[in-house]
């Protein structure tokens, strides 16, 4: 038998409808992370981008368990001397709903070029309105 290798011709985007209302947000970003790599597919190659865009909506309703919501801690630096700032988890949800998922997902997704390619098919939307309806997106229930 000869190994099938997938190419980008090959490969067919579909798109999904994720609510994120009641999720997990570690489960919910995995679940994520998997469509846009492709590894549902049975066509998947490690190397090319077989994945599919994903939409997710309600990004602010998601849940954290345990003491998350303080003891979890977001960093970022302004690239000058003493300029790490950091964020609670709690008050980057209250302010910035989208990139506390954003940010889960992207550390599950390789480090590399196909790896951003892959997380520019991520849509995330805190209320549950999307302008994506003309891609007819098939709604997940996680």
Sequence with gaps: MKTYNAKHEDMVKDWYLIDAEGQILGRLASEIARRLRGKHKPIYTPYVDAGDFVIVVNAGKVSLTGKKMSDKVYYHHSGYPGGLRETSAGKMLQDHPEKVLFFAVRGMLPKNSLGRKM????????????????????VIKL
């Design 119 to 138: 997380l520019k098919k991520l849509k995330i939307y805190t209320g549950n309105d999307h302008p994506h309806e003309a891609q007819c997106p098939q």
